[in-house]
């Protein structure tokens, strides 16, 4: 997916301008002299490296894949004591694991864990690729394992290691993006639906993605900032399911659609609904599980839970993701990578944990009424709580081939153009 | 003047250390740029490869953002661009203006103390004024309280609503004391004798500004309008913190789009390449315009 629940932008310097009439004309001639090659010598073929044998498979619920091993990438050999001392390395998106889950990890190890942020998994990629940085621990999203397996960034898990993975849900215990758990285990699971302020919304209509369509909250409406989740909404509403589609006339009707928001409510993007439904600058507000549940937490003072709610299609058939944990290839220490895995993946150490990101383990533990019960949501956001019945029934956005991502980017790009 | 063979060689290497900082922070880094909007993708993580070797250029996907930016899907967010950034320069020239004129004029002992306070907002991060603004403007925010009370207006004004206005208020809240400083300086240094002259032969106040004191502050208002210009060119975190709404999307959010927001990095090269070229040519525009300016007053 384009931009992950717990992406989050830092200002980036970019030099821009804009033309004047003689400036487009000086625009034209450059783009003559680019077009003609007359610039000597310039687009001659050179031989580029080619993938070696391997093939990227885009993996896809109804196509399971058993992701390859390498003979040079071994995974660790089963019994080893934990390594001693030192720095445990974390790579992750901020705020999205518990400092004091990892503190009491460390302490009772005798190890310091460091945690490293990224902002986007291509970003990450990047990092990893970098010859001489070291990573024990990885939080890599389904839709790019394919790549980043294929070019041997991660090591395989011993399942010795990792008892607990009993917990997760059955269906992620092996699954279809990693056929038997050899690379990763399941960390968090999420779904996108639409958040909305209950004390303004008169009545949830039975396509609930018709309330980001409702002129009576014009100027508050906000969808997420993020080409596949948007585009992915405007095909959902339009009953169309697979949102892995690579057909130019379906993009193009979401991207219209998209665009109808414009003229229709003044449409807004984001990716903070967590703070701008229960400041109240939203009044809906396409977003994430995980929005709804941090959104309890930003109310003004004075004002209940009662005021949030949250839509998710009632026959499950909406967007649902979930994240994985994994091994670098570069791990220094993948013993006690593998304990904290295990330890994450205990039924209290995760719920700990989901207290503090919002985000609910892909545990067998979490239950709507549980959640309830034990005060992680109020009553009338159980909608949040993800449970394996939607992981099965929903969609999920994976990764497409380039011509495929070059069509949804510039819809997008189209849509955020405004015309 | 005679010149020593010492001299000679010791004139330009006078220029090393600034030749050495526009080769590493402007060249290198523009090359690199290149190299990745004319590279090739590569083949398993699809990231961009930089293509160092010119005569490996690929210039097609170049092209097509050439195209789009004159007739396609582009064109509306450069002509936005322009708009905002124009309308914020003269908004910070009518304000800006009688600032710098009063300091240079009229501010007496207490020049320094208002240059101060001026300037005093840098000493708080922009990302941190910004995000108090958003808390100001709200619907129920102190700003609406304030224009509800006084009668300006009857509702709440929908400041935060994808409002263009507030995005080009925004961007000259940004960068008016940018506007300021370097007009101060030339206002500061014009002669009075000359103001004094004017009024001798018998011109107005007025007219003494319009013909006198305008015409020679013209460097000044140059470099304060491509100070301010530039990073409003480029500016988008200010778009998206105050609008978000695609009626006001500027080119930098574009750009900021293709380099973190999708998977196609090489179009955000290729846009910063284009966008560069027009500053560049922005840039000739000054240097020229300026030193023919320094020729008429010498």
């Given at each position: 997916?384009?931009?992950?629940?717990?992406?989050?932008?830092?200002?980036?310097?970019?030099?821009?301008?804009?033309?004047?009439?003689?400036?487009?004309?000086?625009?034209?001639?450059?783009?003559?002299?680019?077009?003609?090659g007359?610039?000597?010598?310039?687009?001659?073929?050179?031989?580029?490296?080619?993938?070696t044998?391997?093939?990227?498979?885009?993996?896809?619920?109804?196509?399971?894949?058993?992701?390859?091993?390498?003979?040079?990438?071994?995974?660790?050999?089963?019994?080893?004591?934990?390594?001693?001392?030192?720095?445990?390395?974390?790579?992750?998106y901020?705020?999205?694991?518990?400092?004091?889950?990892?503190?009491?990890?460390?302490?009772?190890?005798?190890?310091?864990?460091?945690?490293?942020?990224?902002?986007?998994?291509?970003?990450?990629?990047?990092?990893?690729?970098?010859?001489?940085?070291?990573?024990?621990?990885?939080?890599?999203?389904?839709?790019?394992?394919?790549?980043?397996?294929?070019?041997?960034?991660?090591?395989?898990?011993?399942?010795?290691?990792?008892?607990?993975?009993?917990?997760?849900w059955?269906?992620?215990?092996?699954?279809?993006?990693?056929?038997?758990?050899?690379?990763?285990?399941?960390y968090?699971?999420?779904?996108t639906?639409?958040?909305?302020?209950?004390?303004?919304?008169?009545?949830?209509?039975?396509?609930?993605?018709?309330?980001?369509?409702?002129?009576?909250?014009?100027?508050?409406v906000?969808?997420l900032?993020?080409?596949?989740?948007?585009?992915?909404?405007?095909m959902?509403?339009?009953?169309?399911?697979?949102?892995?589609?690579?057909?130019?006339?379906?993009?193009?009707?979401?991207?219209?659609?998209?665009?109808?928001?414009?003229?229709?409510?003044?449409?807004?993007?984001?990716?903070?609904?967590?703070?701008?439904?229960?400041?109240?600058?939203?009044?809906?507000?396409?977003?994430?599980?995980?929005?709804?549940?941090?959104?309890?937490?930003?109310?003004?003072?004075?004002?209940?839970?009662?005021?949030?709610?949250?839509?998710?299609?009632?026959?499950?058939?909406?967007?649902?993701?979930?994240?994985?944990?994994?091994?670098?290839?570069?791990?220094?220490?993948?013993?006690?990578?593998?304990?904290?895995?295990?330890?994450?993946?205990?039924?209290?150490?995760?719920?700990?944990?989901?207290?503090?990101?919002?985000?609910?383990p892909?545990?067998?533990?979490?239950?709507?009424?549980?959640?309830?019960?034990?005060?992680?949501?109020?009553?009338?956001?159980?909608?949040?709580?993800?449970?394996p019945?939607?992981?099965?029934?929903?969609?999920?956005?994976?990764?497409?081939?380039?011509?495929?991502?070059?069509l949804?980017?510039?819809?997008?790009?189209?849509?955020?153009?405004?015309? | 003047?005679?010149?020593?063979?010492?001299?000679?060689r010791l004139?330009?290497?006078?220029?090393?250390?600034?030749?050495?900082?526009?080769?590493?922070?402007?060249?290198?880094?523009?090359?690199?740029?290149?190299?990745?909007?004319?590279?090739?993708?590569d083949p398993?993580f699809?990231?961009?490869?930089?293509?160092?070797?010119?005569?490996?250029?690929?210039?097609?996907?170049?092209?097509?953002?050439?195209?789009?930016?004159?007739?396609?899907?582009?064109?509306?967010?450069?002509?936005?661009?322009?708009?905002?950034?124009?309308?914020a320069?003269?908004?910070?020239?009518?304000?800006?203006?009688?600032?710098?004129?009063?300091?240079?004029?009229?501010?007496?002992?207490?020049?320094?103390l208002?240059?101060?306070?001026?300037?005093?907002?840098?000493?708080?991060?922009?990302?941190?004024?910004?995000?108090?603004?958003?808390s100001?403007?709200?619907?129920?925010?102190?700003?609406?309280?304030?224009?509800?009370?006084?009668?300006?207006?009857?509702?709440?004004?929908?400041?935060?609503?994808?409002?263009?206005?507030?995005?080009?208020?925004?961007?000259?809240?940004?960068?008016?004391?940018?506007?300021?400083?370097?007009?101060?300086?030339?206002?500061?240094?014009?002669?009075s004798?000359?103001?004094?002259?004017?009024?001798?032969?018998?011109?107005?106040?007025?007219?003494?500004?319009?013909?006198?004191?305008?015409?020679?502050?013209?460097?000044?208002?140059?470099?304060?309008?491509?100070?301010?210009?530039?990073?409003?060119?480029?500016?988008?975190?200010?778009?998206?913190l105050?609008?978000?709404?695609?009626?006001?999307?500027?080119?930098?959010?574009?750009?900021?789009?293709?380099?973190?927001?999708?998977?196609?990095?090489?179009?955000?090269?290729?846009?910063?390449l284009?966008?560069?070229?027009?500053?560049?040519?922005?840039?000739?525009?000054?240097?020229?315009?300026?030193?023919?300016?320094?020729?008429?007053?010498?």
């Amino acid at each position: 997916m384009a931009f992950h629940p717990r992406e989050t932008r830092g200002p980036l310097i970019a030099s821009g301008a804009s033309p004047t009439r003689r400036q487009f004309l000086q625009l034209g001639a450059l783009a003559a002299v680019a077009g003609t090659g007359v610039l000597a010598g310039c687009g001659r073929e050179r031989p580029r490296p080619t993938p070696t044998g391997e093939q990227i498979v885009l993996s896809r619920p109804n196509r399971p894949t058993r992701l390859p091993l390498h003979s040079d990438v071994p995974a660790i050999a089963s019994g080893l004591a934990p390594e001693k001392g030192g720095t445990l390395k974390v790579f992750n998106y901020a705020e999205y694991l518990s400092p004091d889950v990892i503190k009491a990890f460390g302490d009772k190890n005798g190890v310091k864990v460091e945690i490293t942020t990224f902002t986007t998994q291509d970003e990450a990629i990047a990092k990893l690729r970098t010859s001489g940085t070291n990573f024990d621990l990885y939080f890599p999203t389904p839709d790019i394992l394919a790549k980043i397996v294929a070019g041997k960034l991660l090591q395989p898990l011993n399942p010795s290691y990792l008892p607990n993975l009993r917990n997760a849900w059955p269906k992620l215990q092996d699954p279809f993006y990693d056929q038997g758990s050899q690379y990763t285990v399941p960390y968090t699971a999420y779904t996108t639906g639409i958040g909305y302020r209950a004390d303004r919304v008169k009545s949830v209509p039975t396509n609930g993605y018709d309330l980001l369509y409702d002129a009576s909250h014009q100027g508050k409406v906000y969808i997420l900032d993020d080409y596949r989740e948007a585009l992915t909404m405007a095909m959902l509403r339009a009953g169309q399911t697979d949102v892995n589609t690579e057909d130019p006339a379906v993009i193009k009707a979401a991207g219209a659609s998209l665009a109808s928001l414009v003229n229709a409510v003044n449409v807004k993007v984001g990716i903070t609904a967590y703070q701008l439904v229960p400041e109240g600058q939203a009044d809906v507000h396409h977003c994430w599980s995980g929005d709804i549940v941090n959104a309890q937490y930003y109310l003004p003072e004075g004002t209940g839970a009662e005021v949030l709610g949250y839509w998710y299609p009632a026959h499950r058939k909406g967007a649902v993701g979930t994240d994985t944990m994994a091994i670098p290839r570069s791990a220094q220490k993948p013993v006690l990578a593998h304990m904290l895995i295990n330890h994450i993946l205990d039924n209290d150490v995760a719920l700990e944990n989901f207290s503090f990101t919002g985000y609910q383990p892909a545990l067998s533990v979490v239950t709507p009424e549980k959640m309830v019960a034990d005060e992680y949501v109020a009553e009338n956001l159980t909608s949040a709580i993800v449970t394996p019945a939607h992981y099965t029934d929903g969609l999920q956005e994976l990764q497409l081939s380039p011509a495929g991502e070059a069509l949804w980017t510039d819809e997008w790009a189209k849509f955020k153009a405004g015309q | 003047m005679r010149e020593s063979r010492s001299g000679r060689r010791l004139w330009p290497a006078l220029a090393a250390p600034g030749t050495l900082w526009l080769l590493a922070l402007f060249a290198v880094p523009f090359y690199a740029i290149a190299a990745v909007a004319f590279g090739y993708p590569d083949p398993i993580f699809r990231s961009p490869v930089p293509e160092w070797d010119p005569r490996y250029w690929d210039f097609t996907l170049f092209t097509e953002v050439v195209q789009r930016s004159l007739t396609g899907d582009l064109r509306p967010v450069f002509v936005r661009t322009l708009l905002f950034v124009g309308l914020a320069l003269l908004l910070c020239f009518l304000i800006g203006y009688p600032v710098a004129y009063y300091l240079a004029r009229y501010a007496g002992r207490r020049r320094g103390l208002l240059l101060a306070l001026i300037l005093a907002p840098w000493w708080i991060n922009y990302i941190t004024r910004m995000l108090a603004w958003l808390s100001l403007l709200q619907d129920d925010g102190y700003v609406n309280d304030a224009l509800i009370a006084l009668r300006i207006v009857p509702d709440p004004v929908r400041w935060l609503s994808g409002n263009p206005y507030t995005v080009v208020l925004a961007l000259v809240y940004g960068y008016v004391p940018f506007f300021i400083v370097p007009l101060y300086a030339t206002l500061d240094r014009i002669d009075s004798r000359l103001l004094d002259a004017s009024r001798d032969l018998g011109v107005g106040g007025f007219r003494t500004f319009l013909h006198v004191t305008l015409p020679l502050s013209r460097s000044g208002l140059m470099t304060a309008a491509v100070v301010t210009a530039l990073p409003m060119f480029g500016d988008y975190f200010t778009n998206t913190l105050v609008s978000g709404s695609p009626t006001t999307t500027m080119i930098g959010n574009q750009i900021e789009f293709y380099l973190l927001g999708g998977s196609r990095k090489e179009i955000g090269a290729s846009l910063v390449l284009i966008l560069s070229f027009m500053l560049m040519a922005l840039m000739a525009y000054y240097l020229i315009s300026s030193q023919r300016a320094n020729r008429e007053t010498s």
